[in-house]
């Protein structure tokens, strides 16, 4: 079974600097999806961004941006200019091509210092 | 579109009762994700159903079991609740292939005592 882990339970960024919270996966499948969800504090959990396998190119999203390394199973999530809104817990997941089940990390609380 | 809604969103039952949690995906998705969040143990995943069928399954005991409906519409059992029970769950939707992006309902806060 594929697992993810996320090994920053927690960490702090000061508003407008940049973060990278860390994912490692491991499978044995050559073609998946990577996702990174942020789920504030009694709020719903959202897409932030996803990367296919096999592209070569990083996902950006305005502000988020991913480091995605596939021999190294390694998919970090970089938020630049972190903003007050940016806390909450942010969760790595992993999806296989063939299947619609997702496997997600522990996940990362992210505070945000102003 | 609206998005994915759960009912209800707070829910206290004993030990020993059942409870059924219910879900409305987004217009035009067919498959429904069940996921079990809890401060220990994080998101566990606990099945997927597909047009009426259930496609994918967690590891979770019998007692937790779910339905489809027709209109995409589902529907998860409890049976002989434990404190353990005790979690937020949530659902998700999808379409089934393409990116498998998963949109979250806000979830059920579900509390045994």
């Known amino acids: 079974a594929q697992t993810v882990t996320q090994s920053q339970p927690e960490m702090s960024v000061q508003e407008a600097e940049t973060v990278t919270l860390s994912c490692t996966y491991d499978t044995s499948e050559s073609d998946y999806y990577l996702f990174w969800y942020k789920q504030p504090p009694s709020r719903q959990m959202i897409l932030v961004i996803r990367q296919e396998a096999y592209k070569q190119q990083n996902a950006t999203e305005n502000r988020f941006s991913v480091n995605f390394q596939k021999a190294a199973k390694s998919f970090s999530l970089k938020i630049s200019d972190s903003q007050l809104g940016d806390a909450a817990m942010y969760f790595c997941a992993y999806r296989s091509a063939g299947f619609n089940k997702f496997y997600f990390g522990s996940g990362t609380k992210l505070n945000v210092k102003p | 579109k609206a998005g994915v809604t759960q009912t209800p969103r707070y829910l206290i039952k004993t030990r020993g009762q059942q409870v059924t949690l219910s879900c409305s995906p987004i217009?035009?998705?067919?498959?429904v994700s069940w996921y079990q969040q809890t401060p220990g143990q994080g998101l566990q995943f606990l099945f997927e159903?597909?047009?009426?069928?259930?496609?994918n399954k967690g590891n979770f005991p019998g007692r937790f079991s779910g339905r489809q409906f027709s209109n995409s519409r589902s529907e998860m059992n409890v049976s002989t609740l434990e404190l353990g029970d005790s979690a937020l769950y949530l659902c998700?939707?999808?379409?089934?292939?393409?990116?498998?992006?998963?949109?979250f309902g806000p979830g059920t806060r579900l509390t045994v005592t």
């Open positions: 217009s035009g998705h067919r498959s």
């Open positions: 159903y597909f047009s009426e069928t259930q496609r």
């Open positions: 998700a939707s999808s379409l089934a292939g393409g990116l498998g992006e998963q949109y």
